[in-house]
């Protein structure tokens, strides 16, 4: 071995014994941090702080720039009502992008079908009527909840059970908290 180059082994080895922390493996290591779109995540918005490197300045600051700060998406099942007796539930993917200026919430169906409106739209429907333009969303008893989309091709009008749904607001609301610092400059105290 020559002698510009040390082996530090040894230490990483004490210091993954003793704290737990790999020096070796940083953010960029897949198996370091997940993100919500990663279907083996457990459901949190953002990486731990623990999956960042000790070398990183920054890493006891909260994120601070909303176009760094995770998409969330969660997935949910629902039914759609036709005139059938029994309609087989279908996969719908529930997406919030805190980089998107409109702040809407966007819902996934199979075949390529994709409907965006407002997050408070779903939030309102979750307790009473709501509408707005060509999306209306309504409860259903205490624990379901109805959307109807209104297309030039008709009305598509879909059961869903409230708790994907509430769970999916906490998420977005989690990820807009997360981003909220941005107003306090680096190095200052709020």
């Known amino acids: ?85 029994l309609s087989n539930p279908v996969p719908v993917a529930m997406r919030y992008d805190p980089a998107d200026a409109s702040g809407a919430v966007r819902f996934a169906f199979p075949g390529g079908n994709e409907w965006a409106f407002p997050r408070d739209l779903l939030e309102s429907g979750l307790r009473a009527p709501a509408s707005r333009g060509d999306v209306s969303v309504w409860p259903c008893g205490r624990a379901q909840t109805v959307l109807e ?5 008709g009305v598509a009008v879909v059961q869903f059970d409230s708790s994907p749904l509430v769970r999916f607001l906490r998420h977005t609301y989690a990820t807009d908290a997360r981003a909220a610092p941005a107003a306090t400059p680096a190095g200052r105290r709020a």
């Open 1 to 85: 071995m020559s002698p510009a180059v040390e082996d530090h082994s040894e230490d990483h080895a004490a210091e993954r014994s003793t704290t737990g922390h790999d020096p070796s493996r940083s953010v960029a290591d897949p198996a370091a941090s997940r993100s919500v779109a990663d279907p083996a995540a457990s459901r949190s918005v953002a990486a731990p702080a623990a999956s960042r490197s000790v070398a990183d300045p920054d890493a006891s600051r909260s994120v601070a720039d909303p176009a760094a700060t995770p998409p969330v998406e969660d997935h949910a099942r629902a039914r759609v009502v036709t005139d059938a007796p």
């Open 149 to 153: 989309f209104h297309s030039p091709e």
